[in-house]
């Protein structure tokens, strides 16, 4: 079976400053990774995807890099802001599953 | 475009009872995913249905059983309910299962 783990709990950043939250995932034959964001009282809202065929993806002050060599994943948030604040998980599929495993979240705490 | 729909927000229910919850996808994904987070061990996958089959299953006891009916919508209910039950209860949608699945808002579930 697949489990992912997390390297941090919490983070706290200053604001402006970058953010990078990092993930390992067990399971070589792991083929998709996704971010997620939840806020308190809200349901998981996706972040960002890769697939396990690239190293790299970038979106709107987000990047993903995924370092299949270590089973690494990390979620880099620029400039990062107050509305960052949340609890980041990072989730994984094999290929042909219907499931995602879910790492345990790191609490994002951005300082004014 | 709406999103996933989850009701009730909330319930609470005594120990011995049973819950019925409700998950209306986005429209045009046939695949409805279920999930259970609490404090302790986080995200979980129940199961998950594509054209009204379930594809993928958890490892939940029996108690927790889903449909999928031909609109994509789904339900999940929990009988015989147990103190251990209460827990945030997430429904995912998205097009064809595992990937680039959307969160509901989740159902909060308390059971005394």
């Known amino acids: 079976g697949e489990s992912v783990g997390l390297h941090l709990p919490t983070l706290s950043v200053q604001e402006g400053d970058n953010s990078i939250i990092n993930c390992a995932y067990s399971n070589s034959a792991s083929d998709y990774f996704i971010w997620y964001k939840q806020e308190s009282g809200k349901g998981p809202q996706f972040i960002i995807d890769?697939?396990?065929?690239?190293d790299k993806r970038q979106g709107q002050r987000v990047t993903v890099l995924l370092n299949k060599t270590v089973k690494h994943l990390s979620l880099q948030i620029a400039a990062t802001q107050p509305g960052d604040s949340a609890v980041y998980f990072c989730?994984?599929?094999?290929?042909?599953?219907?499931?995602?495993?879910f790492g345990k979240g790191t609490k994002l705490s951005v300082i004014p | 475009k709406a999103g996933v729909t989850q009701t009730p927000r909330y319930l609470i229910k005594t120990r011995g009872q049973q819950v019925t919850l409700s998950c209306s996808p986005i429209?045009?994904?046939?695949?409805v995913s279920w999930y259970q987070q609490t404090p302790g061990q986080g995200l979980q996958f129940l199961f998950e249905y594509f054209s009204e089959t379930q594809r993928n299953k958890g490892n939940f006891p029996g108690r927790f059983s889903g449909r999928q009916f031909s609109n994509s919508r789904s339900e999940m209910n929990v009988s015989t309910l147990e103190l251990g039950d209460s827990a945030l209860y997430l429904c995912?949608?998205?097009?064809?299962?595992?990937?680039?699945?959307?969160f509901g808002q989740g159902t909060r579930l308390t059971v005394v």
């Open positions: 890769i697939r396990s065929n690239m």
């Open positions: 989730a994984v599929s094999g290929a042909g599953s219907y499931q995602l495993t």
């Open positions: 995912a949608s998205s097009r064809a299962g595992g990937t680039e699945a959307f």
């Open positions: 429209s045009g994904h046939r695949s």
